[in-house]
């Protein structure tokens, strides 16, 4: 069975860059034909699509949120990471790291991380 796991920080300053980690075990992030996703729900709110990278390494971000995101990978650990710059308090949010099985039209994810959260605050 695979499992993601996020890890990192849980509290980041105004300003600073948030990075997180999604570890991935019993499955390869480089598998056809799987999309790594980033997830997240602020308190009281819905979830909030952040973007992907693709099993070929391609990547995919929100419009919203293309200015200050970047997702990347590295495939020597199984693990892709989300950095989030200029962070502001409504970055503040419950982070999930999923699989998607179905990335066009409704995305449909089989894996999901336990969510790590993380508030914004000086």
């Known amino acids: 069975q695979v499992q993601l796991k996020e890890s990192g920080p849980g509290l980041v300053k105004p300003s600073q860059t948030l990075s997180l980690t999604c570890t991935v075990s019993?499955?390869?992030?480089?598998?056809?034909?799987?999309?790594w996703t980033w997830i997240r729900q602020p308190p009281g709110k819905g979830l909030e699509w952040m973007g992907a990278?693709?099993?070929?390494?391609?990547?995919y971000y929100s419009p919203s949120l293309k200015s200050h995101t970047s997702i990347s990978r590295d495939t020597s650990k199984n693990q892709f990471t989300l950095q989030l710059s200029s962070v502001t308090p409504e970055d503040t949010a419950d982070y999930y790291c999923?699989?998607?099985?179905?990335?066009?039209?409704?995305?449909?994810?089989?894996?999901w991380g336990q969510g790590t959260q993380v508030t914004v605050s000086s």
């Open positions: 019993s499955g390869s992030i480089t598998a056809n034909y799987y999309y």
């Open positions: 990278i693709a099993y070929s390494g391609n990547t």
């Open positions: 999923a699989r998607a099985i179905r990335f066009y039209g409704n995305r449909l994810y089989d894996y």
